[in-house]
């Protein structure tokens, strides 16, 4: 079955950067969207990055871009998230996910946690002032 285990977080001062890990395995790891969404205490969870794995586009949500880069490793079946220039408003669980592209659509389709059947089990991320 799909599994997906991250890794990574930890806690940093502002200004400083993270990079996370998503092992993906119990499945293709090529032509799916992959994710990241992060969720603070009592706020909602929100997809921070995504890109089609097996090189396909990535895509940021606007209060990541150009701090925050999406990449993946076919060869280990990995996804990452480096994270920099680190605020205390980054401070969340993060969670990678995955699911099949939609009929006829793009990855960056994909927005809503409901949109992804498979999750893992989170990283906390702590970013101090």
């Known amino acids: 079955q799909v599994q997906l285990v991250e890794s990574g977080g930890g806690s940093v001062q502002a200004g400083g950067s993270l990079k996370l890990s998503c092992l993906a395995s119990?499945?293709?790891?090529?032509?799916?969207?992959m994710a990241w969404f992060r969720q603070a205490p009592g706020q909602a969870r929100e997809k921070v990055a995504g890109?089609?794995?097996?090189?396909?586009?990535?895509h940021y949500a606007g209060s990541v871009k150009g701090r925050f880069t999406i990449s993946e490793d076919v060869a280990k079946n990995t996804l990452y998230l480096q994270m920099d220039s680190l605020k205390p408003e980054d401070t969340a669980l993060y969670y990678c996910?995955?699911?099949?592209?939609?009929?006829?659509?793009?990855?960056?389709?994909?927005?809503?946690?409901?949109?992804?059947?498979?999750w893992g089990q989170g990283t906390q991320v702590t970013v101090s002032s």
């Open positions: 890109l089609t794995t097996g090189g396909g586009s990535t």
């Open positions: 119990g499945y293709d790891f090529t032509g799916y969207c």
């Open positions: 996910a995955v699911d099949r592209p939609p009929y006829g659509g793009a990855c960056e389709h994909l927005s809503q946690p409901s949109d992804f059947g498979h």
